[in-house]
Structure formats: C-alpha cells, structure tokens
C-alpha cells in the first residue's frame, strides 16, 4: 500500500529497502495508495488521541513501539490571541508528549520501522530534543542508540535525557551540520539506522500533528499554521498530513504554513523572500534557540514546496523577541515552553503588525518543546527569587 518516490527525480523504491534519499541526492516521500485506505469522520470519534489513532495512514507493518507519544492538547488562548490581534488563536502544545517535544511522534514511527527493517543500532545527530526521543525509545525497543551532539550547544535537560537512557553519545567540536554529516556517513557504512528527519518515515509520524489538530477543531480548519522551523522537517510532514486529510475528503482546506525561524539562523526565510527553490546554507547560525540552530536543513527543499503549494510565507525574528513571546504563552496562558517553541507566536505577532496575517484570521501555533528542555535558559530571563527573613513582617512588606 506503500513506496518511497524522490521528490526531485520521481524514481521509485520499495518499501523493504534501507535508504534515505535518492540515487540522484533528492529527498524521498512516502507515497500511499490512497483508494485503498478508507478513513471518515465518524470512524475517529470517540477514540482516544494518539499517534497511533492513524495507524491506517502510517508505514508500519508491525506491532508498533510506542510509549503512549501524541494527544498533545490544542489550546484556546483568548488573551493571547487579544495581545497578538487576531480573532481565533489555538497553541498545540508538543511539549505535552512523553520526552517533552515533537520528536516522540517521529520516533514512535521510525524505531518501529527500525526493528520492521531487520536493523539492530539506531542512530542521530542532535540540538537535543531527537537524541532524547531516539534514546528513551531505543531503550523501550531494546536496540543501542548512538547520538552526535554538537559540543556545548545542547540544553542540558536534553543532554540528561539522553544520557539517562542509556545512549552513547558523543560530543563533536563542530555545529550540528557537522555532527549530521558525520552521523550519516557513519549509517551509511555501517548497519546503523539513521533517525534523523531526512528519514522519511520518521516524517511519517510528525503529520499526525496535522491530524490531531484536524481531529481537535472538529474538522474545521484554520486559515494559518504558524510554527518553528529548524532542519524543516515538522512544516513538511505537517502540511502532508493536512493533505492528506483534505485528499480523503475529511476537511476542505489546506492552511497556510507560515514557517518562522531566528534571524541568526534563517536559510529558509531568506530563500522565501528571495523567491529561490533552494536554501544557501549558513556556516555558523547563532541563536539562543539552540532546537533550531541549524544552517543547512536537509529537508529545506521539502520546506519550501511545502510553504509554496499552500500559499504560506516564512518570517524570522530576533532572540529578544522570541523570550517576549515565550514569557507571554507562560503568564497569559500557562503554557510553559523552550526558546525555540516560542517562535511561533513571536512571528505570528511580526506577522500581523506587517499586515500579512489578517485580524479576522483563525491560526494554530505549533510549540515544539516544554520549557523544562532548557531550564537555563529559563533562569536567565526569567525574574530571580526575592530572599526576606523568615518573618510575616518580611513577606508582608515584599508583597504589599
């Protein structure tokens, strides 16, 4: 019911090859016979949420490795939406699945496939948020991880989760495109299975974002999906799970996918704005968004189709303003985030004050991480403790 094809070439693979792009160098898609899957409405009420809720739209062929990933809450933020200045805001809350980020729904997918595939090591190159999701579910499927981090460039929380679980992981003095070379060369001459989002399959899991969020609004779709872009594999999967819904006759529309990135890291915005197919890497991008601090996305190409057939745009913002918008979703919403999860509402806010996203417009913001991920980050915005005495008249004079 299911192959890879190469965006750029269109040759075709069989899904019992090991492979993560093309003989040509393009990227690979997993493509379905879609008269064969009969999906409706009322086949999806009253199930619970879960990746695994669409396993009929999933490349799974067997009992699935999951440790209950996806379900994610889909929140209605009217204050937020009323600072911003649109009519309709929701924030899909990614930090709520069981390692803290998005990457779980990837994972869930991929290891599974992994193990499908006769493969008995997994592997990846990380910021942070893939190794502690290809760690936590390497030691659920029982198979060693090896993870590439770059040196001194990965929240801590991350690092302790992938440690925790049992990964080796190795520290590389480069940037993150350094270790992803290295990680898939290393896959490529040994019998590792590679995780990172040139992955295909590991793409397969992200869309059931797209899903959720379909499923949540009851069917009824936004006009704007607005979220991070890093190695641009979540505004991929996203949109072709908003596809896909829509080609089955579940939804009407598409929305428009806004991919936000930092300004000292933003090869997608760029080749946006300068109107190109394809991205010009950036050698050192810098950002206190250390999820989406990455100067060559592999899945750029897939990105920037993605943006152009749903008539969305890109927007970059500065570090200043993404810790305004993550201080606003915790006081006005109670939605706790990492740095780069809050560059969704902080280009949402850019968005509108340039007058390409309207004040009539209903958007769902994707948060990628819980803000636990990076807590030094947090303590370095965030107001420090007021010490007093260990007296009523000490508090009282603080607080009044």
């Not at 997994?122 to 948020?129: K, R, W, Y």
């Not at 302790?160 to 993150?176: D, E, T």
Request: a negative charge; glycine letters at 8%; proline letters at 5%.
């Amino acid at each position: 019911m299911y192959y890879l094809k190469c965006i750029e070439c269109g040759k075709e693979y069989p899904k019992t090859e090991v492979l993560y792009t093309c003989e040509c160098g393009g990227l690979l898609d997993v493509i379905y016979d879609y008269s064969q899957i009969d999906i409706k409405k009322e086949d999806l009420k009253g199930i619970a949420l879960s990746v695994w809720k669409y396993a009929k739209l999933l490349p799974v062929d067997r009992k699935p490795i999951t440790i209950q990933e996806g379900g994610t809450p889909l929140y209605k933020c009217d204050r937020l939406a009323e600072k911003v200045g649109v009519r309709e805001l929701y924030v899909k809350h990614e930090g709520m699945n069981p390692t803290g980020s998005f990457k779980d729904r990837g994972m869930t997918v991929g290891v599974s496939k992994a193990l499908e595939l006769g493969m008995e090591t997994i592997a990846c190159a990380s910021t942070g948020n893939t190794s502690a999701a290809l760690s936590i579910y390497g030691a659920k499927a029982a198979v060693p991880a090896i993870v590439l981090l770059p040196e001194g460039k990965v929240a801590l929380g991350k690092v302790a989760q992938a440690l925790m679980h049992g990964a080796k992981v190795l520290s590389i003095r480069g940037n993150f495109d350094d270790a992803l070379e290295l990680v898939r060369e290393l896959c490529d001459k040994e019998k590792i299975y590679l995780l990172n989002s040139i992955n295909p399959y590991r793409l397969e899991g992200q869309k059931t974002i797209g899903f959720e969020i379909a499923d949540q609004l009851d069917f009824q779709m936004p006009d704007r999906l607005v979220l991070p872009v890093g190695n641009a594999g979540n505004i991929t999967a996203i949109h072709k799970g908003f596809k896909e819904f829509k080609n089955l006759g579940l939804t009407d529309k598409v929305p428009q996918m806004m991919g936000i990135q930092t300004e000292g890291s933003c090869p997608i915005v760029k080749a946006v704005r300068e109107g190109k197919t394809d991205i010009t890497p950036e050698k050192n991008p810098e950002t206190i968004a250390t999820a989406i601090r990455i100067g060559n996305p592999v899945n750029a190409r897939k990105a920037l189709i993605a943006i152009s057939e749903s008539n969305g745009g890109a927007e970059s913002v500065t570090d200043d303003e993404l810790v305004e918008a993550q201080i606003d979703l915790a006081q006005l919403e109670g939605i706790g985030v990492e740095p780069a999860s809050a560059t969704s509402v902080a280009g949402l806010k850019k968005l509108v004050e340039t007058g390409v996203i309207g004040a009539n417009e209903s958007v769902v913001c994707v948060t990628t991480g819980h803000l636990l991920k990076d807590p030094e980050e947090v303590i370095s915005v965030a107001p420090k403790p007021i010490v007093v005495d260990a007296t009523m008249e000490a508090i009282r004079k603080v607080l009044y």
